[in-house]
């Protein structure tokens, strides 16, 4: 291996990355400790979340002080995470491929920086901004016009923000990758008959495929941890489970603001932990999500190598 | 290289710019005051910002929102040296913390707000147990036997009720599930009273975030009902929400204005102890407004030095005599302490040392 | 032969398959043109609701007076976004930007590849996450108190690893010829590096600041427990002093029932999408001559 200065000097920027990682689930660890020996296997299954009676005396249970009444369930939490993600990657990438495909392919030249601009603006917009806008725009449309029982919050309001909020991360790397595309490979596709629209999306697309499989990976990490925008909108789920895209949910993240300034005031401490518990679950979900979205993008490369 | 190396320039550039901004703006030893805290509470702390300073040039206070756990936890390690707090410090934290002193600044309130078309203009009457059962999911519907027998001749809709609550931590769910439990023997078993409680499962029920999030989802949902902090009178007012009757412990229905409040104060004055942590939710008197509390600057009484134990003086002190003026106090509907109890605080602040 | 022929007949008419093509390209078109406006639509319309609602809010003094209690100006949340999120970009762009060439140049083994991922694990955490941990660790462990330094570290956590994958992405996208050339033409690797393949990745790179860039001015959630707040401008200490910031205003001015709060609150939300955009335009154009 070559052990030129240079490069040790990246590799070690680089495991700075790695390292504050690290550090940050260390802390969770070590902080939630005791909350992951008390809490046990039903933390993940069970729906009821009910930080207890704060003051009151405290009691102890299996050993520990926890507040009178506390018990601590955060599969409500979950589901919200993983249903909000998910849809919100299920609207987000036909927007984003479709529109940076429109900007790449048939916008003027001229027009493309501003238009690009544009939607890099998106991305801009502060977390709070969508909020409020999901309250003031989003959530009386919902309300009106989709939602069968006149409520807006909820699900499909969470999603929707969610998903122009991480739109611009899968777009802009997208575009970037099809302004790359070399000049030949549109050139013979144009030659061999195809349409403008096939050049696009059976010659240049396949081509950014590692581009656009990181913009979303990159996109559902954003998603997965998104809080404030959130919050305003998901109507606030606690102890029940979604039944439609009109159902309260909470995301984990969400969930972390709302009731840490609660948390801080229990004496025993234990509810800060299981806040930090949650944290180190939603990690364990993205680990899990991450490590999906490898094997099946190492499982398209595979395939395409098999049909040449 | 000329992009990285444009950049890095521009970079440096504008960081030192920044710098010296920073620097030319405070060119005095001024004492800094960190407040945070309780979100019921900021509203006025933010009206007396403007003129606490200009009484008081060598103080720069600064107001913070971040909620009464948040403001009491950081108080106690001396992040901060107020605390604002819509609850004294419990038993628990006190034994945790016996420095942190609970001055009450001013007495705030909460009505109940309800979005019911065609009524709003009408004061309907509605109990603690009632709105614990509504919270509770026992009582679903509007024109349930309950309500009505409560509000005889009002013609209440045969709807769903659409409970709001806050998802945050908030003084306002403090002081409503207070009242809910102190009304109703079911809830205080097993709901008990907070910051953030474990709201039973009710399909429909709307979690929003801040005082601003309940109007916003009250004003938007016909046929629900929501706890809503007094200071936002004016926009419920505005949004034409309607203000409930509550049920008193006398028995009496009785709306939130400066009488009824003002006699759930004083109902409680001769019961204040001198660390004045005591509650007047559903207070004795049969004009006192259920839902009233005092609102609390949490502060350590050992401060690391004399300057800012001298400045909190200053500043508490201020806040209890100038700063209870209806000036003020109107801006955000709140009553202004008891004479006896500003002597109580008085006596407290002078233990910041 | 038919090629001889079709040069002088007339066009020749469409198959079945072709029509069935050339339709569906169209519908692809006209979904794609949608996708656009459905991304800038709402953009468009959150800049409008916040223009008229911070309205009332804009004046000269906007820039010149801090926050006053309820209203005021916005000199210290302004002062204070540019200085934690110039002091994020100063920590997070030389490690980002690190990590990004030696991933795309010499990462393509099982170190590589274990960087990625836990690269991407961590854009998956929470900023508040993020806020509460150096708030343990910075803030009351190493008793910084609320501080600037412990602001800009978290912001730089937090966006260093966009800037790191963005990077990377956008250097993968240089054909290899060109490095080869330089190689072949006797250069070091640190030149082909900076003289060959960043400037040709110029425009990816700066996306990827950008990127992070605005991600960190819009944050909210970390700085509230690690930079605090202030009414005031920054002193220019480090650590055991407050700072303002843009998205503080947003977050919890909106929350006050004062109508001058709420025009303030929209102020600074647009503000903050002034100023990236500022940047963003500023620094294409400098990408752009260089």
């Given at each position: 291996m070559n052990l030129s200065p240079f490069r040790m000097t990246l590799l070690g920027l680089s495991l700075l990355i790695p390292a504050a990682l690290c550090a940050v689930v260390l802390f969770l660890l070590i902080y939630s400790g005791q909350a992951i020996g008390f809490n046990g296997l039903h933390f993940v299954t069970d729906i009821n979340w009910n930080l207890g009676d704060l003051y009151d005396d405290p009691v102890t249970v299996k050993g520990i002080q926890i507040p009178s009444g506390a018990n601590y369930g955060i599969l409500v939490f979950i589901v919200g995470t993983l249903l909000s993600s998910f849809i919100a990657i299920i609207i987000a990438v036909p927007l984003s491929v479709g529109a940076a495909i429109f900007l790449a392919e048939a916008v003027p030249p001229r027009i493309r920086p501003v238009l690009s601009m544009l939607v890099e603006l998106v991305a801009v917009v502060p977390s709070v901004v969508f909020g409020l806008w999901g309250i003031a725009v989003l959530i009386p449309f919902i309300g009106h016009y989709i939602a069968p029982t006149g409520n807006g919050y909820g699900l499909l309001a969470a999603s929707i923000v969610l998903a122009l909020m991480i739109t611009p991360i899968i777009a802009t790397t997208l575009l970037d990758a099809l302004m790359q595309v070399p000049k030949e490979n549109r050139e013979s596709a144009f030659a061999l008959g195809a349409t403008h629209f096939e050049v696009v999306s059976k010659a240049m697309m396949p081509m950014v495929r590692t581009t656009l499989v990181g913009g979303i990976v990159l996109a559902l990490g954003r998603a997965l941890g998104e809080t404030m925008a959130v919050l305003m909108v998901?109507?606030?789920?606690?102890?029940i489970l979604p039944t439609s895209l009109f159902s309260p949910i909470s995301t984990i993240a969400s969930f972390i603001v709302a009731q840490l300034d609660s948390a801080?005031?229990?004496?025993?401490?234990m509810a800060v932990r299981s806040l930090a518990e949650i944290a180190l679950v939603l990690f364990i979900i993205t680990l899990a999500v991450n490590a999906g979205a490898k094997i099946l993008s190492s499982g398209a490369l595979h395939v395409r190598k098999r049909q040449h | 290289m000329k992009i990285s190396a444009k950049l890095r320039r521009s970079g440096v550039a504008a960081l030192a710019v920044a710098a010296v901004i920073g620097t030319a703006g405070i060119a005095h030893a001024a004492t800094t005051l960190v407040e945070t805290g309780s979100s019921l509470l900021y509203p006025l702390f933010n009206i007396w910002v403007p003129d606490f300073s200009a009484a008081n040039p060598g103080i720069q206070l600064t107001t913070t929102s971040t909620g009464s756990g948040a403001g009491i936890a950081q108080a106690a390690k001396g992040l901060v040296q107020i605390g604002a707090s819509?609850?004294?410090?419990?038993d628990s934290l006190e034994k945790k913390n016996p420095t942190l002193l609970s001055i009450p600044l001013a007495i705030s309130s909460q009505a109940i707000n309800y979005n019911l078309p065609g009524l709003n203009d009408k004061n309907i009457k509605l109990s603690g147990p009632v709105l614990a059962a509504i919270y509770m999911g026992k009582i679903t519907m509007w024109n349930d036997p309950k309500i009505k027998a409560m509000n005889p001749g009002v013609d209440l809709p045969d709807h769903v009720i659409i409970p709001v609550h806050r998802l945050d931590g908030s003084g306002d769910t403090f002081i409503f599930t207070q009242y809910l439990s102190a009304s109703t023997p079911a809830w205080a078993k097993t709901l008990k009273y907070g910051t953030a409680v474990s709201w039973p499962a009710i399909t429909g029920e709307i979690g929003a975030k801040g005082n601003t999030g309940m109007l916003s989802a009250a004003a938007a949902n016909p046929y629900s009902v929501a706890y809503i902090g007094v200071s936002y009178a004016n926009q419920v007012a505005k949004d034409g929400l309607g203000v409930a009757m509550l049920k008193n412990k006398a028995g009496k229905f009785v709306l939130p204005d400066a009488d009824t409040v003002g006699a759930a104060a004083n109902s409680v004055v001769t019961d204040t102890p001198p660390d004045e942590r005591i509650s007047m939710i559903f207070a004795d008197g049969d004009n006192a407004y259920p839902i009233a509390n005092y609102e609390y600057a949490v502060v350590n009484s050992q401060q690391p030095d004399a300057t800012t134990a001298g400045a909190i003086r200053t500043f508490l002190s201020w806040a209890i005599t100038s700063g209870n003026s209806m000036q003020y106090l109107s801006k955000v509907h709140f009553l202004p302490l008891p004479d006896a109890i500003k002597i109580l605080s008085q006596t407290q602040i002078a233990k910041i040392q | 032969m038919s090629a001889s022929v079709s040069i002088k007949a007339a066009k020749p008419a469409r198959s079945a398959q072709e029509v069935r093509r050339i339709i569906g390209s169209n519908i692809g078109w006209v979904a794609c043109g949608f996708a656009l406006l459905c991304v800038i639509g709402p953009l468009v319309d959150i800049v409008a609701v916040i223009a008229i609602h911070g309205l009332s809010a804009f004046s000269g003094k906007l820039f010149t007076?801090?926050?006053?209690?309820?209203?005021?100006?916005l000199l210290n949340a302004i002062e204070g976004t540019a200085v934690l999120s110039l002091g994020a970009m100063i920590i997070a762009v030389p490690i980002g930007v690190g990590a990004g060439i030696y991933l795309s140049e010499y990462g393509q083994n099982r170190l590589g590849s274990t960087i990625r991922f836990l690269s991407d694990v961590l854009t998956g955490t929470p900023s508040i996450v993020l806020g509460y941990f150096s708030y343990i660790v910075f803030i009351i462990s190493l008793g910084w108190g609320f501080s600037v330094l412990a602001g800009a570290i978290t912001l730089a956590i937090l966006i260093v690893p966009y800037l790191a994958r963005i990077t990377e992405l956008a250097l993968r996208q240089v054909p290899t010829s060109m490095r080869e050339a330089g190689f072949a033409l006797g250069a070091t690797e640190p030149t082909v590096v900076f003289k060959i393949i960043l400037p040709g990745a110029a425009s990816g790179v700066v996306t990827g600041a950008l990127l992070a860039l605005a991600i960190s001015v819009g944050e909210t959630a970390p700085l509230i427990y690690t930079a605090g707040w202030s009414n005031?401008?920054?002193?220019?200490?480090?650590?055991h002093a407050p700072i303002g910031y843009l998205t503080y205003v947003i977050w919890s001015f909106?929350?006050?029932?004062?109508a001058e709060s709420h025009a303030l609150a929209f102020a600074a939300a647009f503000l903050v999408m002034l100023v990236v955009l500022a940047i963003n335009v500023g620094v294409r154009l400098v990408v752009k001559r260089a």
């Amino acid at each position: 291996m070559n052990l030129s200065p240079f490069r040790m000097t990246l590799l070690g920027l680089s495991l700075l990355i790695p390292a504050a990682l690290c550090a940050v689930v260390l802390f969770l660890l070590i902080y939630s400790g005791q909350a992951i020996g008390f809490n046990g296997l039903h933390f993940v299954t069970d729906i009821n979340w009910n930080l207890g009676d704060l003051y009151d005396d405290p009691v102890t249970v299996k050993g520990i002080q926890i507040p009178s009444g506390a018990n601590y369930g955060i599969l409500v939490f979950i589901v919200g995470t993983l249903l909000s993600s998910f849809i919100a990657i299920i609207i987000a990438v036909p927007l984003s491929v479709g529109a940076a495909i429109f900007l790449a392919e048939a916008v003027p030249p001229r027009i493309r920086p501003v238009l690009s601009m544009l939607v890099e603006l998106v991305a801009v917009v502060p977390s709070v901004v969508f909020g409020l806008w999901g309250i003031a725009v989003l959530i009386p449309f919902i309300g009106h016009y989709i939602a069968p029982t006149g409520n807006g919050y909820g699900l499909l309001a969470a999603s929707i923000v969610l998903a122009l909020m991480i739109t611009p991360i899968i777009a802009t790397t997208l575009l970037d990758a099809l302004m790359q595309v070399p000049k030949e490979n549109r050139e013979s596709a144009f030659a061999l008959g195809a349409t403008h629209f096939e050049v696009v999306s059976k010659a240049m697309m396949p081509m950014v495929r590692t581009t656009l499989v990181g913009g979303i990976v990159l996109a559902l990490g954003r998603a997965l941890g998104e809080t404030m925008a959130v919050l305003m909108v998901s109507g606030g789920g606690i102890n029940i489970l979604p039944t439609s895209l009109f159902s309260p949910i909470s995301t984990i993240a969400s969930f972390i603001v709302a009731q840490l300034d609660s948390a801080e005031s229990d004496p025993t401490n234990m509810a800060v932990r299981s806040l930090a518990e949650i944290a180190l679950v939603l990690f364990i979900i993205t680990l899990a999500v991450n490590a999906g979205a490898k094997i099946l993008s190492s499982g398209a490369l595979h395939v395409r190598k098999r049909q040449h | 290289m000329k992009i990285s190396a444009k950049l890095r320039r521009s970079g440096v550039a504008a960081l030192a710019v920044a710098a010296v901004i920073g620097t030319a703006g405070i060119a005095h030893a001024a004492t800094t005051l960190v407040e945070t805290g309780s979100s019921l509470l900021y509203p006025l702390f933010n009206i007396w910002v403007p003129d606490f300073s200009a009484a008081n040039p060598g103080i720069q206070l600064t107001t913070t929102s971040t909620g009464s756990g948040a403001g009491i936890a950081q108080a106690a390690k001396g992040l901060v040296q107020i605390g604002a707090s819509d609850a004294y410090v419990s038993d628990s934290l006190e034994k945790k913390n016996p420095t942190l002193l609970s001055i009450p600044l001013a007495i705030s309130s909460q009505a109940i707000n309800y979005n019911l078309p065609g009524l709003n203009d009408k004061n309907i009457k509605l109990s603690g147990p009632v709105l614990a059962a509504i919270y509770m999911g026992k009582i679903t519907m509007w024109n349930d036997p309950k309500i009505k027998a409560m509000n005889p001749g009002v013609d209440l809709p045969d709807h769903v009720i659409i409970p709001v609550h806050r998802l945050d931590g908030s003084g306002d769910t403090f002081i409503f599930t207070q009242y809910l439990s102190a009304s109703t023997p079911a809830w205080a078993k097993t709901l008990k009273y907070g910051t953030a409680v474990s709201w039973p499962a009710i399909t429909g029920e709307i979690g929003a975030k801040g005082n601003t999030g309940m109007l916003s989802a009250a004003a938007a949902n016909p046929y629900s009902v929501a706890y809503i902090g007094v200071s936002y009178a004016n926009q419920v007012a505005k949004d034409g929400l309607g203000v409930a009757m509550l049920k008193n412990k006398a028995g009496k229905f009785v709306l939130p204005d400066a009488d009824t409040v003002g006699a759930a104060a004083n109902s409680v004055v001769t019961d204040t102890p001198p660390d004045e942590r005591i509650s007047m939710i559903f207070a004795d008197g049969d004009n006192a407004y259920p839902i009233a509390n005092y609102e609390y600057a949490v502060v350590n009484s050992q401060q690391p030095d004399a300057t800012t134990a001298g400045a909190i003086r200053t500043f508490l002190s201020w806040a209890i005599t100038s700063g209870n003026s209806m000036q003020y106090l109107s801006k955000v509907h709140f009553l202004p302490l008891p004479d006896a109890i500003k002597i109580l605080s008085q006596t407290q602040i002078a233990k910041i040392q | 032969m038919s090629a001889s022929v079709s040069i002088k007949a007339a066009k020749p008419a469409r198959s079945a398959q072709e029509v069935r093509r050339i339709i569906g390209s169209n519908i692809g078109w006209v979904a794609c043109g949608f996708a656009l406006l459905c991304v800038i639509g709402p953009l468009v319309d959150i800049v409008a609701v916040i223009a008229i609602h911070g309205l009332s809010a804009f004046s000269g003094k906007l820039f010149t007076t801090v926050t006053n209690g309820t209203g005021g100006g916005l000199l210290n949340a302004i002062e204070g976004t540019a200085v934690l999120s110039l002091g994020a970009m100063i920590i997070a762009v030389p490690i980002g930007v690190g990590a990004g060439i030696y991933l795309s140049e010499y990462g393509q083994n099982r170190l590589g590849s274990t960087i990625r991922f836990l690269s991407d694990v961590l854009t998956g955490t929470p900023s508040i996450v993020l806020g509460y941990f150096s708030y343990i660790v910075f803030i009351i462990s190493l008793g910084w108190g609320f501080s600037v330094l412990a602001g800009a570290i978290t912001l730089a956590i937090l966006i260093v690893p966009y800037l790191a994958r963005i990077t990377e992405l956008a250097l993968r996208q240089v054909p290899t010829s060109m490095r080869e050339a330089g190689f072949a033409l006797g250069a070091t690797e640190p030149t082909v590096v900076f003289k060959i393949i960043l400037p040709g990745a110029a425009s990816g790179v700066v996306t990827g600041a950008l990127l992070a860039l605005a991600i960190s001015v819009g944050e909210t959630a970390p700085l509230i427990y690690t930079a605090g707040w202030s009414n005031y401008t920054w002193d220019g200490k480090l650590t055991h002093a407050p700072i303002g910031y843009l998205t503080y205003v947003i977050w919890s001015f909106i929350d006050q029932p004062f109508a001058e709060s709420h025009a303030l609150a929209f102020a600074a939300a647009f503000l903050v999408m002034l100023v990236v955009l500022a940047i963003n335009v500023g620094v294409r154009l400098v990408v752009k001559r260089a």
